[in-house]
């Protein structure tokens, strides 16, 4: 099966060919023959199983060789970082035909961005606050849209988006498609999805004899103490066959806290949190793309939909708040086929949150393994060369490296020259080649990290972020500082 017998166009082919995509992954051969039907579809699959295309494929397909200017196509997105990206695989396809794509995300100056509207961009990808924003002051008209996508559709359908998701489906004629898509559907969302939609289709690629995780990422859960977890790291850090790494902090103030002391240590690493500026935060993910820094230390801002090559291994360097979090952060590694690597730290006092993870995960792991950073297990596990320590020594550190060189690690307001925004997509590469036991495109490739008790659970619980968006105060997330950070939604 190929794109074109799909119903593709061959333009659009060839310049997927041109980063050798060429047989279309499950999700993309299911939903992509229904979209073209004109069908409203909730689309869900694991996470980096191509998702993006599977919307993005008809939704330029279906505006024509040579649309209209104007736009015609809206992709909602959670986080900025995420309308760059999923607007530089649309521009991407998009290559050989004159259809424009525009990302629309706060913390930057209207100017470019309705530039880019006013040109006739079709195809708008946003964040909600910035859509609603430009709607409002009627920079933007919603009033022609064809087709609405949500990506991470149970995330924008959350409380936290809810609201301003509503407006956005109130700006759009009714008659559109409605297209919803997450490696994660919770049944409360499917079931209040459909309000939004017109006899949606849920298409859903999982075996239901597969597990709830990936079965091609190891993963393993530590409890781990916390004076000692970064000599943890330090040492994971320094594991056989390490490649990009992306750690998840609970806070922002930890994410630059944990990129500082790893610096401190020698290693190559850059923060994305919500209280730096737009521009430091493009900067580090064009650092972390591009392979200057192997290693972001992030909120839940980069745990959904960010594709970056090479990632091999993702840590919880604290717990996520539940197990779709977990889903989303983990499978930040192991995309396209490609192996990976997850480890998850449960202080003592998140055991209980564990444990409900454990269960909604069927994850056969109901108590982790008490883990120091001179645990022989880590190094087994892990593949860690006996005797390492949570230290580059100072004679192996890379040229140029100094004490807290990593001016992007910090707060807001370090800011050096615009890193532009294409957020160093060039950095992407998708032949596949020469990653740690890469698969082949299918996906059909031999699963040798099979992890012990995976089943799918359909638990459901309410989503919550880290806070990097509006969301109402709930109980689970009393201790969290929630000052407007300006953040992901807006
Ligand atoms: N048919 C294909 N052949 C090869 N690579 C592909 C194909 N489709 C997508 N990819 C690549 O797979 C990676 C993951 O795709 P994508 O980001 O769309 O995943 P996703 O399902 O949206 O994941 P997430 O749930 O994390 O958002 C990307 O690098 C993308 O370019
Ligand atoms: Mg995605």
């Known amino acids: ?13 060839d310049a997927l060919e041109t980063k050798g995509i060429t047989s279309p992954f499950p999700i993309q051969e299911q939903a992509i023959p229904l979209a073209l039907t004109g069908q409203d579809i909730i689309g869900q699959a694991k996470t980096g199983t191509g998702k993006t295309f599977g919307f993005g494929l008809p939704l330029l397909q279906s505006l024509g060789l040579n649309p209209e200017k104007g736009a015609k196509a809206l992709v ?5 970082e995420l309308a760059i990206q999923v607007a530089e695989d649309l521009k991407l396809a998009a290559s050989n035909r004159p259809t424009m794509v525009a990302a629309i995300y706060g913390g930057k100056a209207y ?26 002051q009627k920079l933007l008209d919603l009033g022609n849209i064809r087709f609405m996508v949500l990506d991470e559709a149970d995330e ?34 499917v079931t209040m999805a459909r309000k939004y939609q017109n006899r949606p289709v849920h298409i859903r690629t999982n075996d239901p004899d597969e597990g709830h995780t990936k079965a091609d990422i190891k993963q393993f859960v530590y409890r781990a103490h916390a004076l000692d977890k970064d000599e943890v790291v330090g040492r994971i850090l320094q594991a056989e066959g390490r490649g990009k790494t992306v750690i998840f902090t609970k806070t922002k103030r930890q994410a630059s806290k944990v990129s500082e002391e790893l610096v401190d240590r020698g290693f190559n690493a850059t923060a994305l949190h919500g209280d730096m500026t737009q521009e430091a935060r493009e900067r580090s993910m064009t650092a972390f793309r591009s392979g200057k820094k192997d290693i972001l230390v992030a909120t839940e801002v ?4 960010i594709d970056v090559d090479d990632v091999t291994h993702v840590i919880n360097y604290t717990i996520p708040e539940d197990e779709k979090a977990y889903l989303h952060r983990v499978g930040r590694t192991g995309r396209a086929g490609r192996l990976g690597i997850a480890v998850t730290f449960v202080d003592w006092e998140d055991l209980t ?42 004679s192996k550190r890379p040229e140029g490296w100094k004490p807290g060189n990593d001016r992007d690690s910090g707060h807001a307001g370090n800011d050096r020259a615009n890193s532009g925004r294409a957020g160093g997509q060039s950095g992407r590469n998708h032949s596949g080649g020469g990653n740690r036991g890469a698969r082949d495109r299918n996906g059909k490739g031999a699963q040798p990290h099979k ?13 919550h972020g880290d806070g990097e968006h509006k969301r109402p105060a709930t109980p689970r997330t009393r201790n969290r500082t929630r000052k407007n950070s300006g953040g992901t939604a807006s």
Request: proline share 6%; aromatic share 6%; charged share 20%.
């Open 451 to 463: 992890s012990s008790g995976q089943k799918a659970a359909g638990h459901e619980a309410p989503a």
């Open 353 to 394: 949150r564990w444990t409900h993870i454990n269960t909604a995960l069927e994850f056969g792991q109901p108590d982790p393994t008490e883990t120091y950073s001179s645990s022989a297990h880590l190094f087994s596990d892990l593949n860690i060369a006996a005797g390492t320590k949570g230290r580059i020594a100072k």
């Open 111 to 136: 100017e470019e961005q309705v530039a880019e509207i006013n040109a006739g961009a079709q195809v708008i990808v946003g964040t909600p606050g910035r859509l609603i924003d430009l709607s409002k």
């Open 302 to 305: 980069a745990a959904r939909g």
């Open 1 to 13: 099966m190929n794109f074109k017998e799909l119903g593709i166009d061959q333009d659009i082919v």
């Open 76 to 80: 909602v997105v959670p986080t900025r």
């Open 156 to 189: 924008m359908l959350d409380l936290g988006f809810l609201p301003d998701v509503e407006k956005l489906f109130a700006y759009t004629p009714d008659g559109r498609q409605t297209m919803l898509f997450s490696a994660t559907m919770p049944g409360s969302i």
